[in-house]
């Protein structure tokens, strides 16, 4: 497959070029809005404007392919216990300065070579199905950056029995996530967000982003029906403190539901951002406490071992419904009923 004639999809051209030189374009795949000349690549380097027309150069070419649990993603109200199809191509639309994957989703902007898996849609699905998966996700780098490929995948995915989640910053535009539809229709069911803090400086500073547009996209990807579970990495002194972090969760409880799985996760020095300790303990079970406070009814802490850190606790009789070891899970949830008291749990169970 020759990715460079893929044609992009979310664009419209701008002003004429000069002589020899085809029209500058707006990408509209997420909420950069990029205006990218002749010749120019998007934010992300993997599209790229050729005399007027935008491509895609990622479509087919997922650089990185496993079988996970599904916990892994991190989803814990999502088909616990079953093994996930899990793929991402290179490139980001964000430029995170504690990125865990960088290798993967930094390269293309440093002028690294765009390298990938030749695979179809149709053989990736074919490749899930083999693997005993009940589901794809779309993941490890942003998958708003190959979305023509989550599209297509996720359709052909859908129509032969697999569900399809995106792990995701939530930073797509509004049109490209209305594409997706809802989740009784369209190709996606579920998601996690990556909610990664809970002030505008933090995203400027550390992502090269904006937060506004992320919590816009978060209330409306639970209008479309999916099934929503967030995670936040907690990095000492730059998003930990108990003020943001009740702001955060009161955010969660108001517009999304206090149903909804809050993760909270350990960092660890990574990439750019080296000056930073580890995330003690202490703080992520403070926070832990703080999300309970404002409501929450499912906080998990992830990346580190502790009692009862990935426990499920039925939120009616208070009850351990799954007990977590790592991606291990024991217990089960019938129907997602509750075996103590009946008690129906939030979630997607079959």
């Known amino acids: 497959m020759d990715t460079l004639t893929r044609e992009a999809r979310f664009w419209k051209p701008l002003a004429p070029g000069k002589a020899g030189q085809g029209a500058s374009v707006q990408c509209r795949l997420c909420n950069h809005f990029c205006s990218i000349p002749d010749g120019g690549r998007g934010i992300c380097a993997v599209r ?15 650089a990185a392919i496993s079988v996970d649990p599904v916990e892994k993603k991190p989803l814990y109200h999502f088909l616990p216990g079953t093994r996930i199809f899990s793929f991402g191509t290179m490139g980001c639309n964000l430029s995170c300065s504690f990125c865990q994957n960088a290798q993967l989703s930094q390269s293309p902007r440093l002028g690294q070579p765009i390298r990938g898996h030749n695979l179809t849609p149709e053989a990736l699905v074919s490749a899930a199905l083999d693997s005993g998966s009940k589901s794809i996700a779309y993941t490890y780098s942003e ?5 023509e490929l989550v599209e297509d995948t996720a359709l052909l995915a859908r129509a032969r029995g697999l569900k399809n989640v995106l792990v995701t910053n939530g930073f797509m535009s509004p049109e490209s996530l209305d594409a997706l539809g809802p989740a009784d229709t369209g190709p996606i069911q579920a998601a996690n967000v990556d909610l990664k803090a809970f002030t505008e400086a933090f995203y400027k500073d550390q992502c090269g982003a904006r937060l506004a547009p992320v919590l816009k996209n978060l209330k409306h990807m639970r209008e479309l029906g999916w099934w929503l579970e967030l995670t936040t990495l907690l990095i000492p002194g730059l998003n930990d403190g108990p003020d943001e972090l009740a702001e955060l969760a009161a955010f969660i409880v108001r517009e999304l539901g206090p149903d909804t799985p809050w993760h909270l996760s350990r960092f660890h020095p990574e990439y750019r951002l080296l000056d930073r300790p580890v995330t003690p303990t202490e703080t992520l079970t403070m926070a832990r406490d703080v999300g309970h406070a404002a409501g929450l009814r499912y906080v998990y802490i992830g990346n580190a071992s502790g009692p009862g850190f990935g426990d499920t606790r039925c939120g009616s009789c208070g009850e351990v419904v799954l007990e977590r070891d790592g991606f291990a899970v024991r217990g089960s949830l019938p129907e997602g009923r509750c075996g103590s008291c009946g008690a129906i749990l939030p979630g997607v169970w079959a």
């Not at 790229?48 to 997922?62: C, E, I, K, S, W």
């Open 143 to 147: 998958p708003t950056v190959f979305l």
């Open 48 to 62: 790229q404007n050729q005399a007027g027309t935008l491509y895609t150069l990622v479509y087919g070419l997922p």
